[in-house]
């Protein structure tokens, strides 16, 4: 009988630009890792080594482990032990990773089966304790890696394998972020938006599927504009239009916010630009007296269990 599991998930970024809640694709940059265990006692217990929640109601993963406790009326106490390496708050879609490791690692301990979408459902559930909300874009991915889009009501998950030539460049200011990051960063989107901008944003969505599909790096980066988030966010990111300026004249094909930010991705098809970007980037928040650290990286696959 196993009794214990460890499952890696990868970093992930959410929105691609017009995207917002409902693109993600997973990234190579990091993978957090979390450890299962039966244990005979009652409960969820939480032991980690990082500056995180360990009361399982505060704690992505922990929420997950719970609810899915609940769920399926599991009669063992579990133990998650919990490793980080995502760091947390910067858009690469850390609490997502550890929630979305914690939920395929339930399904394979218990053997569940349960499909892409319903692990989704449940790892979604541990945004909560993060976001203040349910999203399922930084889920998604890092459960399924590559490309993914979120259907909502129901949920349904719809996955992409990404050009084999994509790559990013990920600038992560060493800024002082929130603690609650992305419910303060998701509180400063309009609550009403013109239709004019919403065709902006839809055009531009949909053609990064079409890049997507067809496998055109080109077709991606040139659509990754968002006209209703990007401008409402970009106050929260010092330096945030130098480093897109940089990163574009450096060849990028498209830069936007992270998900929630504070980090910068730039997109390209070329290795060799990588490098002249990821300089281009760092001068960019240098302008604002910011120091960055830059990840050149490339899609991920999703979860697994570590061997
Ligand atoms: N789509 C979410 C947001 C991702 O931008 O708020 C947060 O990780």
Redesign the pocket.
Known sequence: MVSKITVVAPSST??LGPG??VFGLAVNAFYDEITLTKKKAKGVSIVTEDDIPTNPDKNTAGLVVKNMIKKFKINDGIEIIIKKNIPAGY?M?SS?ASAAAAAFAFDKLYKLKLDGNALVGFAGIGEKAS?GSI?Y??VAASILGGFVIVKTDPLEIIKIDPPANLRMCIAVPKLKVPKKK?KV??GVIPKKISLTSSITNLSNATVIVVGFMKKDPDLIGKSIKDVI?EPARKHMIPGFSKVKENALKAGALGVTIS??GPSVIAFSKSSGDLKKISLAMSKGFKSAKIDCQTIICKPSIGAKIKK
Do not use: I, K, L, P
Request: proline share 0%; no cysteine; aromatic share 6%.
């Open positions: 959410a929105n917002f809640d858009g879609g997502a976001a999203h874009d930084n992305t960063s998701r988030v998900g929630a």
